[in-house]
């Protein structure tokens, strides 16, 4: 296998410093880092492996062995299976090649001048949590790089970076995905070849948390490494201020006060400040006219989403929504301050690349897809939207 066969694979949650990490040691002249893959592996292992023609043709091949070398007479059914086990195991280690090749072609990884070549796994969102099963077959000697960041500041970036109002449930829902993902990653310590590290501890002393990682793989410390801390990595803007009543927050996922004492992680200061409304949500104003409520979900371009399905007051207009077969039946029509925008039953494709108050009331999702007068971030600009029916 070589080089490719024994990748770093940097895991951890989306905004807890992966893309610093990957930075950093891309910079070591052994090592070269190849970015975020995506599932990248799970997705070829998917295609070799589980698509029906391959199972049919693997199936075949081990029936041709299995024929080719029949049991002896009096073989037992557990020696049988013990036999097509091992078979499978083989048939698996060969596709594993395939995958290790076709990555191999891909990004070139032999062509690497280094020892070490890795890439990046981060989950954020509704993301599955992935089946390691196909990362353990390709990369039986992959080593893990786990960081971790403060599950409160991993929330509030997170928000942030989505241009989230920074609510509650907002915070809430972070944290239980921030728990979960620790929980799913620091599985990887069952390899043997797993180590952890903390982004405020890579802040602080970028040599000493990486000691761990070096020594394993043989390898000094350069400073060029540091040298990449400098830079700043997909910003996420002016924080935002933490809703109050922090504790009670923590307190409402469970396990989450645990993790965060083995870290070493406190609450942080509360900023007293009002909280923002929920997401979701729309406040009827008369029978015909409903106040829109942030968060507005940033979609492509110029695009926000307003989520409508979510507010149980406008199901009414669910049915009414536009859709391929009735492009212009919808009667919503969107407002900035009191002022009409439009054109309604704007393409999707124009609302993104130019905005300027075009709207889509749009089903079977029924959301509004919308863009501001001025392409600003509706969450930001202090205005208030309503539709009217």
Not at 147 to 159: L, T
Not at 332 to 342: F, K, R, S
Not at 373 to 382: H, Y
Request: charged share 20%; proline share 7%; with cysteine.
């Amino acid at each position: 296998m070589a080089l490719i066969g024994r990748p770093i694979v940097i895991i951890g949650a989306g905004r807890s410093g992966t893309s610093l990490l990957d930075a950093m040691l891309d910079a070591h002249p052994e090592i070269a880092m190849y970015g975020e893959f995506g599932g990248t592996v799970d997705q070829l292992w998917r295609l070799f492996w589980q698509v029906s023609a391959a199972e049919t043709h693997r199936s075949r091949r081990i029936d041709a062995i299995r024929h080719a070398a029949p049991e002896p007479a009096g073989t037992s059914d557990a020696e049988i299976f013990t036999h097509v086990r091992d078979l499978e195991r083989l048939e698996r280690a060969r596709v594993a090649g395939i995958v290790r090749t076709a990555l191999d072609q891909l990004y070139n990884v032999a062509e690497s001048s280094g020892r070490y070549w890795g890439f990046k796994e981060i989950w954020a969102g509704d993301a599955a949590l992935p089946d390691w099963q196909a990362c353990d077959t390709v990369f039986p000697e992959a080593t893990y790089l786990h960081i971790v960041r403060h599950p409160f500041e991993f929330a509030r970036s997170s928000a942030d970076w989505q241009r989230l109002p920074f609510t509650r449930s907002q915070l809430q829902a972070d944290l239980t995905a921030w728990l979960r993902y620790l929980r799913m990653n620091a599985g990887r310590a069952e390899t043997g070849r797993y180590f952890r590290l903390t982004y405020e501890a890579l802040l602080a002393d970028p040599a000493a948390a990486l000691d761990g990682l070096f020594e394993h793989l043989g390898l000094r410390w350069d400073d060029r490494c540091a040298a990449a801390s400098s830079r700043r990595f997909v910003p996420s803007g002016a924080p935002s201020p933490y809703p109050p009543g922090l504790a009670a927050i923590r307190d409402a996922v469970p396990g989450l006060a645990k993790a965060m004492a083995e870290f070493g992680y406190a609450l942080p200061e509360e900023s007293g400040e009002t909280i923002a409304p929920e997401p979701g949500t729309a406040n009827a104003i008369d029978a015909q006219t409903w106040l829109l409520n942030p968060p507005f979900q940033a979609e492509t371009g110029a695009a926000w989403t307003a989520r409508l399905h979510m507010a149980p007051g406008l199901a009414c207009l669910e049915a009414q929504a536009d859709n391929l077969e009735h492009p212009y039946r919808s009667p919503v029509m969107l407002y900035e301050d009191g002022v009409a925008l439009g054109p309604a039953h704007s393409l999707h494709a124009l609302i993104r690349a130019e905005g300027h108050g075009r709207f889509s009331h749009w089903g079977p999702q029924h959301v509004l897809l919308f863009a501001t007068s001025d392409n600003s971030d509706p969450n930001r600009n202090g205005r208030r939207y309503t539709i009217s029916a």
